[in-house]
């Protein structure tokens, strides 16, 4: 008789059926309230690796550490400014400034250059970030060439000494004096981002979440650190170099 019972009506489930199958039937419930992760986030509490820790940030990260090694830079392209002013009392200033400089300059470069190269090859973080100003994309490929111009021109000339005087100190003058022109220029054309990266003038302030897993502030601050040490203890070393071109006579010297 069991056998002709509609279905549904002759058979008994046992508790653990029912169980079973409320539990393949129903989805898992999720704490009220707690936001929904992203599939591809990290899981909470998983463990990064130190490299990893200071090198996190994404587009945002990287602004931060481009908007904080132009500031550094503002000041020391500053004080480089104030010696072309009294360039013959003060080129030992200069050439220390500027030695001192090597290392915050290829910095620039490199998280500028960093941030092309992730966006025109397609990496979908700083393609949503979009790209700088198109003025500034057209300004920066010569900011980069007097960039090195100026820099090897100068270096050439402390360790070639006042023999080398003519044609390339003429080039260093020239270059020295369109870059100091251009940078102002694109580091002014940069003073926007630095108000929002870090909030000055009551600007809105790009955030990023340091607790989870957009860190990297501390790897950013160690390698503008970096920079800046690296800088001073070039300069300290090469101050040898300096003689031959403090020591020039006065009406010989030319800049």
């Known amino acids: 008789m069991s056998d002709l019972s509609p279905p549904g009506k002759g058979s008994v489930s046992s ?24 599939s591809l986030a990290r899981p909470r509490g998983a463990p990064r690796s130190l490299i990893g820790r200071l090198t996190a940030g994404g587009a945002i990260g990287n602004e931060e550490l ?20 009294r360039i013959r009392p003060l080129l030992n200033v200069h050439m220390f400034v500027g030695l001192l400089l090597l290392p915050p300059v290829g910095l620039k470069m490199a998280s500028t250059g960093y941030r092309f190269v992730r966006y025109y090859t397609h990496d979908p973080v700083y393609r949503r970030k979009g790209p700088p100003e198109l003025f500034m994309r057209m300004l920066a490929p010569l900011v980069v060439l007097l960039t090195v111009v100026v820099f090897a021109t100068g270096v ?38 630095l108000a929002r990266v870090f909030g000055i003038g009551g600007a809105p302030r790009e955030r990023t979440d340091w607790r989870g897993t957009a860190n990297g502030r501390a790897g950013r601050a160690m390698s503008l650190a970096a920079a800046i040490v690296l800088g001073t203890v070039i300069a300290i070393l090469l101050i040898p170099e300096f003689g031959p071109w403090l020591n020039l006579p006065r009406d010989l010297f030319h800049h």
Do not use: Y
Not at 15 to 38: L, N
Not at 66 to 79: K, S
Not at 166 to 192: D, E, M, N, R
């Open 156 to 193: 050439a000339l402390l360790f070639l000494g006042p023999s080398s005087q003519g044609q390339l100190l003429k080039i260093h003058k020239l270059s020295f004096f369109a870059w100091l022109a251009v940078t102002a220029v694109h580091v002014l054309g940069h003073l926007p981002d």
């Open 66 to 85: 481009t908007a904080a090694t132009g500031i550094v830079l503002l000041v020391l392209l500053a004080a480089l400014g104030v010696t072309i002013l």
């Open 15 to 38: 508790p653990a059926d029912t169980e079973s199958m409320a539990t393949r039937q129903s989805p898992p419930k999720q704490d009220a309230g707690r936001p929904r992760e992203h």
